[in-house]
């Protein structure tokens, strides 16, 4: 079965804190995305993935093949990180898409 | 360059009505996928299209269509309408290619189709 699990569901933390967002999933993909959504509902695509590391600014995604698993990073948060990531998955058995239930994220300033 | 367009923005529908929803891709782009977005069940795929075909469905009933023009704009209607469908129904096109590698997805503001 094509499952997509991500922790934590909600994630406050301060202003400069190592932020970590953690995505699990059952059997073999062909890709893996990052996406970040703001309250209004604009989607926009952080990472694409299908091995190792991706850095973009303070942002850093990571994939674990063998395990299964990829973690979004945020290095020195701001409050303008708040916003809800959600990991989304491409699974090679049959091609279809799967999220994960997003992680509700906010930094205090 | 233009990003992903969606029409209408908002939209209000009565049960048993039909609607069709309009995306413009990126320009270039051939891939178009088509999401629902909802509080209870979050983000969840429609379909695919490449090149005017459907690539991929996802487990939404007959009432759920699509369909994709050569110029790459692509088109959802759904018929007979229920309260459940209201929901923000999201496009996104990409680079995808015809052997399947996946592209970076670049997502439209979405359309809030609310049913009454």
Redesign the interface.
């Known amino acids: 079965k094509n499952e997509v699990e991500q922790s934590p569901q909600n994630l406050t933390a301060q202003e400069g804190e190592f932020i970590t967002i953690n995505c699990s999933y059952s059997v073999g993909i ?2 893996l ?1 990052w ?1 970040q959504q703001h309250p209004g ?5 952080l990472f ?1 993935l ?1 091995s190792g590391k991706k850095k973009h600014g303070r942002l850093i995604a990571t994939i674990n093949i063998q395990e299964k698993h990829s973690s979004l990073h945020i290095t020195a948060s701001h409050p303008r990180d708040s916003a809800v990531y ?1 990991c ?1 998955v ?1 699974f090679d058995r ?9 992680t509700r994220l906010h930094i205090l300033p | 360059k233009a990003g992903v367009t969606q029409t209408p923005r908002y939209l209000i529908k009565t049960r048993g009505q039909q609607v069709t929803l309009s995306c413009s891709p990126i320009s270039g782009h051939r891939s178009v996928s088509w999401y629902q977005q909802t509080p209870g069940q979050g983000l969840q795929f429609l379909f695919e299209y490449f090149s005017e075909t459907q690539r991929n469905k996802g487990n939404f009933p007959g009432r759920f269509s699509g369909r994709q023009f050569s110029n790459s704009r692509s088109e959802m209607n759904v018929s007979t309408l229920e309260l459940g469908d209201s929901a923000l129904y999201l496009c996104a096109s990409s680079l995808r290619s015809t052997s399947g590698r996946s592209y970076e997805q670049y997502f439209g503001p979405g359309t809030r189709l609310t049913v009454t």
């Open positions: 062909s890709a995305h996406l509902g604009g989607i926009v695509s694409m299908s959600i989304a491409r049959d091609d279809k898409i799967i999220f994960g239930k997003g």
